[in-house]
C-alpha cells in the first residue's frame, strides 16, 4: 500500500513556521484562486520560498541544495545544460553520472518539465530541490557575464552600423522570413541586434513601457519602472531611421508610412516566457515616437489579495462582485491599474458554471474560459454595438472597458438592470465624482442611481524595498501634514524611507500597490444621485458611512511600512485629494 505523502503545510507547521489559523486562510484563498497552499502562504508573507522548499524536499523525499552556500554548483557543470534549456525549465545541472543527469529543480510536481528534459538530453534525471528565487537568481548571475559580452558587441556593431539602409533590408528578410536567406547572418545585423537588447533588458528590468524619442541631435531612450521614467543609454542618432524601422517591421506596421499615427504588437520570447508588447508609433518634430508596452500575462492575474486592498476594503469589493446584477465602477487616470483589477475580479468570477463576455479596446491579456471581443470602430464594431450583441448571448457577467458616452453608458445600465453583472472604468479623480460623470454624459439620473453598486478609485503608489529601507528618523514635517498625518497616528509607528540597492536597482522602491477609495451605494447615495446633488454632498455622506479616501489609505500604508511620505505626497497631489476636499 502506498504511503500518503505528508502536507506541505502540516510539515511547515510542525517546525513551527505556521499555525492552524494561517492554514486556514491559505487554504481559503487557494481555494478561490485555483493555486497552491503552498503559494498562498508565500504571497500572504507567512513563509518564504525557501521553507517551502525545505518542505518539498522532505515531503518527496528528495536532496534540498541550499544555492546561497559558496561552491553548492560547479562552476563548470552548468555547461551540462543547453543555455536555452536552463532559462526556459529554470533548472540547473549538478553532475553527470553513468548516463544519469541530476539538475536542481524547484516543482517536483512538474513532470512535464521532466519528461521534456529525459527528452532532449536522451537520458535519465536525478533531482533535487532548490527554491525557485534562488535558482533564478544563480541562473541571473551565471549569465549576466556572457550578457555583458553581448552588450559591449551590440554597441560596436552599432557604431560601426553605418549603411542603416543595409541594416533595414536584413531586419525586413528576417521578419518576413524570405527564401534562400541566410538567418544566421540577419540575427547578426547591429540594429536587430541593438533592438533586441534594448527589448529584453526592459524586460529584465521589470520595466512596463519603452520609450525611444527623437531629439534634433540625440534618441532618448527611457524604462518606465514602477510607474516612472528612467532614463538608460543614448541610442545614437545616426540609427534613429533604423531603429524605428526594424520595430515597425516586428510589430506589422508601414515602414514607409510617417505622416499619421500607427499601432501594432510584437510577440516575442524572452527568458523562456512569451511577452506581449502593444507598440505605438506617433510622429513627432524629430522623427517619429515610439513606445512600447509590456504586457506580461502574469501581472493581470495576480489576484485580488495582493492588489493592496485592506481586508475591510477586500471583503466589501467580493461582497459586490458576487451580486448577480448591477454595475461596479473603477475609476482612475490611465496607468493607475483598473484593468488589473476588473481582471483580478473575473478570475474569482471564471467558473464553468458562469458565461462571461468583455468589449474591450484594446484586448490586452487572452483569458482562458472568457469570451473577449475587440472593439473595431472603423468597421463600425463599437462599445455599443458589442454590448448589444453581448445581451443576446446570455452572459452572467460583462466587462466593458471604458464608459466613454451616453450611448455606451445607456447599454450598460440597461443590462445591469436586465439581470446582469457588469464591470466597467471611468476616469475620475475619486469614487463620487463617478456619479455626476455619468449623468453629465447625459444618462437619467434615476438609472444612475438604480444601477450603480459600488464605485472603487485607485491608484499605484510603489513599494518600499525590503532590502535597503530604513527607518526615516528625522521625516519631513511638510510631508506629514501634505499626506494629513496627525502626532497620535505617529505615535508608536516608525515611518520608513528609501535607501537603494542592487536587488531595486538603487531606486529604493520595488513593485507597486493600490491605494483605494470604496465607496458602496447606499440609500442615502441613491436619493442623492437622484437629485443630481454636487460631488461635495456626495462626498459628505459617502465619508459619513465610513468611506476611507485614497489619502486615507495612502496614510495607512505610510504607518505600515509599506511606502514613503514622499511617495504618498506626490500620488495624493496628483489626485488633487485630501483629509478636508469638499470642493468641486
Not at 545614437?236 to 524605428?244: D, G, L, M, Y
Request: aromatic content about 4%; hydrophobic content about 40%.
Amino acid at each position: 500500500m502506498a504511503r500518503t505523502r505528508q502536507k506541505i503545510e502540516q510539515i511547515l507547521k510542525e517546525w513551527g513556521k505556521i499555525d492552524d489559523q494561517q492554514i486556514v486562510e491559505a487554504d481559503k484563498l487557494a481555494q478561490g484562486s485555483r493555486r497552491r497552499v503552498e503559494e498562498t502562504l508565500v504571497e500572504l508573507g507567512y513563509v518564504d520560498e525557501t521553507d517551502v522548499a525545505k518542505a518539498l524536499a522532505t515531503q518527496h523525499d528528495m536532496e534540498y541544495i541550499d544555492l546561497d552556500q559558496q561552491n553548492a554548483i560547479d562552476p563548470e557543470a552548468v555547461a551540462l545544460l543547453p543555455r536555452d534549456i536552463v532559462k526556459k525549465y529554470l533548472v540547473l545541472p549538478v553532475s553527470r553520472e553513468n548516463g544519469r543527469l541530476k539538475v536542481i529543480i524547484h516543482d517536483p510536481m512538474d513532470l512535464e518539465t521532466l519528461d521534456n528534459l529525459r527528452f532532449r538530453m536522451n537520458c535519465e534525471i536525478e533531482t533535487a530541490i532548490a527554491a525557485r528565487g534562488k535558482i533564478k537568481e544563480y541562473i541571473d548571475q551565471m549569465l549576466s557575464e556572457t550578457r555583458s559580452s553581448i552588450d559591449e558587441a551590440v554597441r560596436q556593431m552599432t557604431v560601426d552600423a553605418r549603411d542603416t539602409s543595409l541594416d533595414i533590408r536584413t531586419a525586413s528578410i528576417d521578419q518576413e522570413g524570405v527564401e534562400g536567406a541566410d538567418e544566421s547572418d540577419a540575427q547578426q545585423a547591429p540594429i536587430i541586434r541593438l533592438v533586441d537588447h534594448i527589448i529584453t533588458e526592459a524586460v529584465r528590468g521589470r520595466a512596463s513601457d519603452i520609450h525611444i524619442e527623437p531629439f534634433k541631435d540625440r534618441v532618448r531612450l527611457r524604462y518606465r519602472v514602477d510607474g516612472v521614467c528612467v532614463e538608460q543609454e543614448k541610442v545614437p542618432k545616426r540609427t534613429q531611421t533604423a531603429v524605428i524601422a526594424r520595430i515597425k517591421i516586428m510589430s506589422g506596421m508601414r515602414i514607409e508610412e510617417k505622416r499619421v499615427p500607427q499601432d501594432g504588437r510584437i510577440k516575442a520570447r524572452i527568458d523562456g516566457d512569451v511577452i506581449d508588447f502593444r507598440v505605438s508609433v506617433c510622429p513627432a518634430y524629430h522623427g517619429e515616437s515610439v513606445v512600447l508596452r509590456i504586457l506580461r500575462p502574469e501581472s493581470a492575474r495576480i489576484g485580488l489579495i495582493n492588489l493592496g486592498m485592506r481586508q475591510d476594503t477586500l471583503e466589501l469589493f467580493e461582497r459586490t462582485i458576487r451580486r448577480p446584477n448591477g454595475i461596479l465602477l473603477v475609476c482612475g487616470p490611465t496607468g493607475s491599474g483598473k484593468t488589473t483589477t476588473l481582471y483580478s475580479a473575473l478570475d474569482v468570477l471564471n467558473r464553468p458554471d458562469r458565461k462571461i463576455i468583455t468589449a474591450e479596446d484594446p484586448v490586452e491579456y487572452n483569458f482562458k474560459g472568457i469570451n473577449q471581443c475587440q472593439v473595431n470602430e472603423g468597421i463600425g464594431l463599437t462599445f455599443s454595438n458589442i454590448l448589444r450583441a453581448m445581451l443576446r448571448q446570455a452572459p452572467n457577467v460583462i466587462l466593458v472597458g471604458e464608459i466613454r458616452d451616453q450611448e455606451v453608458g445607456d447599454v450598460a445600465i440597461q443590462a445591469a438592470l436586465t439581470g446582469h453583472l457588469v464591470f466597467s472604468t471611468l476616469h475620475t479623480n475619486d469614487a463620487p465624482s463617478a456619479i455626476t460623470r455619468l449623468i453629465d454624459m447625459g444618462i437619467k439620473p434615476f438609472l444612475v442611481a438604480s444601477s450603480i453598486q459600488a464605485v472603487l478609485a485607485q491608484r499605484l503608489v510603489r513599494i518600499l524595498c525590503d532590502s535597503c529601507k530604513q527607518p526615516d528618523e528625522d521625516p519631513d514635517l511638510r510631508l506629514v501634514r501634505l499626506c494629513g498625518l496627525t502626532e497620535q497616528e505617529l505615535e508608536g509607528k516608525t515611518i520608513y524611507k528609501s535607501a537603494g540597492c542592487n536587488a531595486c536597482n538603487h531606486t529604493g522602491y520595488r513593485g507597486r500597490r493600490g491605494i483605494f477609495e470604496y465607496m458602496e451605494m447606499n440609500t442615502e447615495l441613491r436619493e442623492l444621485a437622484f437629485a443630481r446633488s454636487a460631488v461635495n454632498k456626495l462626498r459628505t455622506a459617502a465619508n459619513a458611512t465610513g468611506m476611507r479616501n485614497l489619502l486615507g489609505d495612502g496614510k495607512l500604508k505610510i504607518l505600515d511600512g509599506e511606502t514613503t511620505l514622499e511617495e504618498i505626497a506626490r500620488i495624493a497631489q496628483v489626485a488633487g485629494v485630501s483629509e478636508s476636499s469638499t470642493d468641486e
